[in-house]
């Protein structure tokens, strides 16, 4: 059992580096310019609890890049992260209208 968390939480290191450099990446290529908070929301904690434990989220982002390099882990990251991202991204703006409509 300790084994395998040690295991989870050296994956979850590298994982969440990897999803640092994902979250940071394209951000800028999407918007052109740095944005710490979005790129905040996309690597949080509360974010990635969405999906999962978040240290295990981070474990097999770290494993994809483990077995497959820096493409297989991005890719992993775009099926499982990018959606549910973009979803919660259209929702909050949604909000923020509202209030600055009223």
Partial sequence: MKRNRERIL???WIGDAVLCVYA????????G???DARAERMTSNRFLAALG?????????????????????????EARIVPLFERQ???RARRFRVIIDQ
């Fill in 33 to 35: 310019a740095v944005d």
């Fill in 53 to 77: 434990e978040p240290s295990e989220v981070e474990a097999a982002i770290g494993a994809a890049f483990e077995t497959g390099g820096l493409e297989a882990a991005f890719a992993w990251i």
């Fill in 10 to 12: 050296r994956q979850a």
């Fill in 89 to 91: 991204e259209a929702n």
């Fill in 24 to 31: 940071r990446s394209k951000i800028l290529r999407e918007g």
